[in-house]
């Protein structure tokens, strides 16, 4: 599902749009046509260390980079952070990015930019293509969950067509609930026992280094032990695995969804987590949703910028001069 023309609009009001993606490493970009399909593309370093105004820089940058001629109408950032997009507000972020917290986004790319700017969460923005798709195909069934398993824990709700963003835009934040797995553990919110230091790619590396006494450098080196049969690799990983499917499976039972999704870089490293992920998840269903299989993601690389740019439709529009 990779080809422009399997996707989901990014533009439907007729004119071209800019997406954006921010991250803590990267800023991605692309200028799509009203079809959806990608007119040009763009990447760079994020300046994380020098702060919020730099990033805000940059991200115009990268917005001019890729719409030289001006053919946007409007622009879509999918950022890293508890963002909302009614304030257009960064209201809460780790310090992957310096000062990020309290961020004007919306108002303050719009100034740099001149384009109407609508902003939202990364993972939130990522899920946008897979609800899309799913309302698309089967009218009046798009409820989603979406699990995003990274460096952190994060995710999307949305129920009956609609993506949730709740108060100061926390919806989704699928790693902040707790986890028996996790008891005690200190969770970078202040909190202690939540799923995200217990399941993220760090958090497994950290459960490594409890189990063995040894330090180890990231996941995937931990990945490669459990390859060659080391015991406390696998169980490290499948710890994590389980303790997330657990948590997916209980909000399934909750929220009643049509469609789960699992991503992020932490599924990518093998069906040992994946297949202990799934079966913690089915074990927790109610019988009328046993048949719900965690899907892996639809739309790669390119799926936060898209849904970046498809937000121009969905959300409020922060516009130039909101700041003076």
């Not at 439907?12 to 749009?17: D, F, I, L, Q, S």
């Not at 999918?78 to 310096?98: C, H, K, M, N, Y």
């Not at 798009?142 to 952190?152: C, D, K, N």
């Amino acid at each position: 599902m990779n080809d422009d023309r399997s996707r989901p609009s990014a533009a439907g009001t007729g004119a071209a749009v800019v997406g954006l993606d921010l991250g803590g490493t990267k800023i991605a970009a692309a200028l799509f046509g009203p079809d959806g399909t990608v007119l040009s593309r763009h990447t760079r370093p994020t300046p994380a260390r020098d702060g919020a105004a730099a990033v805000l820089d940059a991200l115009a940058g990268a917005a001019a980079a890729v719409d030289p001629g001006r053919l946007a109408a409007a622009l879509g950032i999918a950022a890293a952070g508890v963002v909302d997009p009614r304030s257009g507000l960064v209201t809460s972020a780790t310090d992957s990015i310096r000062g990020w917290a309290g961020t004007a986004l919306g108002a303050g790319l719009a100034d740099r930019t001149g384009y109407p700017v609508a902003c939202d969460n990364d993972v939130r923005a990522t899920a946008g293509p897979e609800l899309a798709t799913l309302t698309a195909r089967h009218p009046g069934r798009g409820s989603l969950l979406f699990l995003a398993v990274g460096t952190g824990v994060g995710g999307a709700v949305a129920v009956d067509g609609r993506m949730l963003h709740g108060a100061f835009g926390l919806t989704g934040h699928l790693g902040h609930l707790a986890s028996p797995e996790a008891a005690g553990l200190p969770c970078t919110c202040g909190a202690t026992g939540h799923l995200e230091v217990i399941a993220s790619g760090p958090g497994i590396a950290a459960h490594y280094e409890r189990l063995t006494g040894a330090p180890v450098d990231r996941l995937e080196t931990v990945a490669v032990r459990a390859g060659q049969g080391d015991a406390a690799a696998v169980r490290a990983i499948t710890t994590g695995a389980a303790a997330a499917g657990q948590v997916l499976g209980g909000l399934a039972n909750a929220l009643g969804p049509d469609l789960v999704v699992v991503g992020g870089g932490v599924p990518r490293i093998g069906p040992l987590y994946g297949d202990a992920l799934a079966a913690a998840f089915t074990a927790e269903l109610m019988p009328p949703l046993r048949g719900l299989v965690p899907r892996a993601p639809r739309f790669g690389a390119d799926a936060a910028v898209l849904g970046a740019a498809a937000l121009t439709t969905t959300l409020p529009l922060h516009h130039p001069g909101a700041l003076r």
